[in-house]
T-cell receptor, first 112, second 114 residues
Framework: DTGVSQDPRHKITKRGQNVTFRCDPISEHNRLYWYRQTLGQGPEFLTYFQNEAQLEKSRLLSDRFSAERPKGSFSTLEIQRTEQGDSAMYLC??????????FGPGTRLTVT | AQSVTQPDIHITVSEGASLELRCNYSYGATPYLFWYVQSPGQGLQLLLKYFSGDTLVQGIKGFEAEFKRSQSSFNLRKPSVHWSDAAEYFCAVGANSGYSTLTFGKGTMLLVSP
């Protein structure tokens, strides 16, 4: 069990560019979650997958945000036309059913 | 809608002293409750969880928390703090059915003085 991994750990991009982050959950976990954490705040839920199905996406911050989990394993989170307000830590978590969520180390995005 | 309040943004405790971090939640049914710790550059690590049963929950690193339904609270305690406990602590509430997204508080930063 290598835990939840995220790549890259840091991303610096210019405003208007697209970015994509990857999350690899714990192998037997069927649920995968994306959260965003800004400075001084707790993580904020964005979206959730059970296997390959995206069951909740109404909390994605805008239509510039999208997520996929094509084969029910790893997931990607894409932000199109980045804005400075998108600068944050993006966290991925996985769980087996309703059991506790295990978090990855996060991807820190800086939009200049 | 569920919510979590952590009223203390920062707390400073002397090494060896006891610790209590406060957490109040709002949720319409029986909640799932969690405490996570986040050290700089690290991901969130689960300290303990409450799903049901005994309202006093033991966790890792010598932490415990008590669920008090009448006060809508889930305070985190430790009898003797170590310098390595300095970190940010987050309380979270989750649904006990369906999918379990977590709603987090804003966190409490624990500083440990020598």
């Amino acid at each position: 069990d290598t835990g939840v991994s995220q790549d890259p750990r840091h991303k610096i991009t210019k405003r208007g560019q697209n970015v994509t982050f990857r999350c690899d959950p714990i192998s037997e976990h069927n649920r995968l979650y994306w959260y965003r954490q800004t400075l001084g705040q707790g993580p904020e839920f964005l979206t959730y997958f059970q296997n390959e199905a995206q069951l909740e996406k109404s909390r994605l911050l805008s239509d510039r945000f999208s997520a996929e989990r094509p084969k029910g394993s790893f997931s990607t989170l894409e932000i199109q036309r980045t804005e400075q307000g998108d600068s944050a830590m993006y966290l991925c978590a996985s769980s087996l059913g309703l059991d506790e969520q295990y978090f990855g180390p996060g991807t820190r995005l800086t939009v200049t | 809608a569920q919510s979590v309040t952590q009223p203390d943004i920062h707390i400073t405790v002397s090494e060896g002293a006891s610790l209590e971090l406060r957490c109040n939640y709002s949720y319409g049914a029986t909640p799932y409750l969690f405490w996570y710790v986040q050290s700089p550059g690290q991901g969130l690590q689960l300290l303990l969880k409450y799903f049901s049963g005994d309202t006093l929950v033991q966790g890792i690193k010598g932490f415990e928390a008590e669920f008090k339904r009448s006060q809508s609270s889930f305070n985190l305690r430790k009898p003797s703090v170590h310098w390595s406990d300095a970190a940010e602590y987050f309380c979270a509430v989750g649904a006990n059915s369906g999918y379990s997204t977590l709603t987090f508080g804003k966190g409490t930063m624990l500083l440990v003085s020598p």
